[in-house]
């Protein structure tokens, strides 16, 4: 069944969990910009933590993201009440 969600907020900042999706990967920008550009500036075994680390953030926001709203849901920007 597909839910249909209002809000006013005409980006996505209606839905916490994108961000902190956003949040684990802009993490990873360092590392990204290193293997992108051949830089060898961090250890190995640093960049595979990272990486780890930030794969189960990113993950853990994806489950709540899956939770909260079900893949059927859209959202409708609303106008705010001007009283």
Known sequence: MK?????????????????????????????IYEIKHCVRKTPLDEIMEQLSIATEDLFRELRELKLAYPMETEFVTIKEDED
Do not use: S
């Open 3 to 31: 839910q249909i969600i209002e809000t006013t907020a005409d980006g996505w900042d209606c839905v916490e969990q994108l961000q902190g999706i956003v949040d684990a990967i802009d993490e990873l920008a360092p590392i």
